[in-house]
C-alpha cells in the first residue's frame, strides 16, 4: 500500500532540526532513526481515529446532520466521525529511507479532512497546522524521543 495521493509538508520546527542536524553528524545512515519516527508518527495518527481528535488534542466536530441521516440512510448510524466503512484508515501507511520519513493516506479525500473545505470541519489526522507544517506537541515530543533514543546509541 503506497502513499497515493501525498501531502509534502516540511516540518520547521527548531528543536526537531536540531535533534537531526546532531544525529546526522554522528551517524551516516539515518535509515533506522527514519524508520522509527515513520512508525510512531503512523502509531499516532492511528490512535486519533480511537480518541476522535486532531494532533492538538482538540475534539474533531460532530458529523453534520445530514452526514448522520445518510448514514443512518445507509444502515451506518453511530460509529467514529472519520470511520465509515474503514477506507481512510485502511490506507494509512508510512515509508522512511536514509533521509525521511513519511506517513500518509492512500486516499485523495484526506485532504480535504487535514485542512477542511468551506462545507465541512477540518478534522485534522497529520499536522496541528497543516499551511505551517507544525506536528502537534505530542506527535513531536514523540519524534525528539525517538532521536534522543538514536543519539544515546551512538554516542
Known sequence: MGLAAMITIDIQDAALLAALQKLSSQLQDLSQPMFAVGQALESAVRERFVSMSDPSGEA??????????????????????????????????????AKTAQVGFGQAYAAYHEWGTTRMPRRGLLMANPDAGTLGADDLERVLDVLRGHLADAV
Not at 448522520?68 to 481512510?88: H, M, P, S, T, Y
Request: proline share 0%; glycine share 10%; charged share 25%.
Open 60 to 97: 474533531w466536530a460532530k458529523l453534520s446532520d445530514s452526514t448522520l441521516a445518510q448514514r443512518a440512510k445507509n444502515g451506518k448510524a453511530g460509529g467514529n466521525i472519520l470511520f465509515e466503512e474503514g477506507v481512510l484508515l485502511k490506507s494509512l501507511s508510512w515509508a522512511s529511507d
